[in-house]
Every structure is written in structure tokens, then in C-alpha cells.
């Protein structure tokens, strides 16, 4: 489970102030939908859900722990073993192949890559990117690397999955597929948490928190 509890955030001191006190769960296995018109916060919510940054008033809460006061380390290992985040514009690194992309969130919360490179073939698979597993980025579509970002964000079977507005370069069949590992995530016990304007992801989700 994740949480707000009157929340409210100004990206500098004199700045507009948004969220205006929000509060609500975002509940464990269901799938919630960030909606709101352009520049309501809807990337900022996930950034402070994310732990990238942190409330100006209010709090966050990740299971019972109130995470908002952590420390930056102890927010980088959460970050690391219980988050997945999907950035808007994919975020690969440019010197990596797609699989090393994919697997290295798992070699930083401590797993070998023996281990994990099979999990990562398979999401690859799974998001009809697989034969691009040693392409680098430069080399592939920037829908083919929105995916490659969903397989990169689910390899550690996160607590926790936010994502940017995932299917926003895709087509319908390959928004289909993208939602599918999103909802695959969510049954297999994630908070997963989609910023969207997408009306099929909309139809396809369980709550929805209008911004
Ligand atoms: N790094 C930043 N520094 C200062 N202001 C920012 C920064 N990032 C975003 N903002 C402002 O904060 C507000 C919320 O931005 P945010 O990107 O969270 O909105 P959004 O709802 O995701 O928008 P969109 O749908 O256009 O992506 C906007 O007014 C934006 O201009």
C-alpha cells in the first residue's frame, strides 16, 4: 500500500502550490489512474510517490512506513528494492544494450545477473521487444524503448510500479500489450500507479485520482 496524507508541493518558495492537500490510497494489486489537465502535477505525484522528491507539507506513506523523512540513502535503497518507475521519455541509457538496460535495476538491489538475465529475456519477450535485446537505444523506436522502459521497471517484481504516461508513443495494439504487463504487475501484487490522458488505459483501470 501507498499513501498521501495532505499533500502539497511548490517546486521553489513563492512557487504555485499543487495538490492543494491531497490525500488517498493508491490500493496493493490495483491499478490507479493519475488523471488531470496539462501541468495539474500529475509527473510531480509520481516523482514524490517515487521518492525523488519530497512533500513541502504532508506526508507519504509506503506500507506502515512514513518514508517522506527519510534520509536520502535509506530512500535510495527503497527506490531501488521495492519501486519501479517508467519515465515519460523512457530514459535508457544511451551506452547500454536494452537487456543490460533491463537487467541493471536488478544488479543494483544486489541479484547476479545470472540470475536475472532469463527474468529479463522474458519481459522483453512479453512487451514484443525481445529481438532488440542487444540493440543499444540509438538503434530502436522510441515506442520500442517506452517498452523496453516497462521491462527495465518490472524487473525487480516491485512493490510499486509508477508510470509516465506509458503509452504515449504507442499505437493501440502495443498500448494494449504495455497495459497488460502494467495489469500483469498489479495480479501479481503491485501498487501500480499509470499518470495518463490515455482513454484506453482509463477504460482498463481500477481507481482513478483526478487532479
Ligand atoms: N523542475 C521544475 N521546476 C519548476 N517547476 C516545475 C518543474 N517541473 C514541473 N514544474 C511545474 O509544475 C507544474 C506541474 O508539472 P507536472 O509536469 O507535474 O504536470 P503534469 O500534470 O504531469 O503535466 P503534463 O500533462 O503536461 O505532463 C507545472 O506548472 C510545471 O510547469
Redesign the pocket.
Known amino acids: 500500500m501507498l499513501a498521501v496524507q495532505d499533500v502539497r508541493f511548490a517546486?521553489?518558495h513563492g512557487?504555485?502550490e499543487?495538490f492543494g492537500g491531497l490525500s488517498c490510497t493508491f490500493t496493493t494489486g490495483a491499478v490507479t489512474a493519475i488523471t488531470?489537465?496539462?501541468?495539474?502535477?500529475?509527473?510531480?505525484?509520481l516523482?514524490l510517490l517515487g521518492l525523488m522528491l519530497r512533500p513541502t507539507s504532508g506526508a507519504v506513506l509506503l506500507g506502515d512506513i512514513r518514508v517522506d523523512h527519510l534520509p536520502d540513502a535509506r530512500r535510495a535503497e527503497l527506490r531501488a528494492q521495492r519501486l519501479g518507475f517508467v519515465f515519460?521519455d523512457a530514459a535508457l541509457d544511451p551506452a547500454r544494450t536494452i537487456l543490460d538496460s533491463v537487467v541493471e535495476p536488478a544488479l543494483y538491489a544486489g541479484s547476479h545477473r545470472r540470475d536475472v538475465t532469463g527474468r529479463a529475456r522474458d519481459l522483453l519477450e512479453r512487451l514484443g521487444v525481445a529481438e532488440r535485446a542487444d540493440h543499444r537505444p540509438g538503434e530502436i523506436s522510441g515506442g520500442q524503448a517506452q517498452r523496453v522502459a516497462v521491462a527495465r521497471a518490472l524487473i525487480n517484481s516491485p512493490a510499486v510500479v509508477l508510470a509516465?504516461?506509458p503509452t504515449g508513443n504507442l499505437d493501440h495494439d502495443n498500448a494494449a500489450i504495455v497495459l497488460a504487463a502494467l495489469r500483469g504487475a498489479a495480479r501479481d501484487g503491485a501498487a501500480t500507479i499509470i499518470?495518463t490522458?490515455d482513454d484506453f488505459v482509463l477504460q482498463h483501470c481500477d481507481q482513478r485520482v483526478e487532479?
Open positions: 517546486y521553489r512557487a504555485e499543487l488531470g489537465a496539462s501541468g495539474r502535477g500529475k509527473s510531480t505525484l516523482y515519460q509516465d504516461e499518470a490522458h487532479l
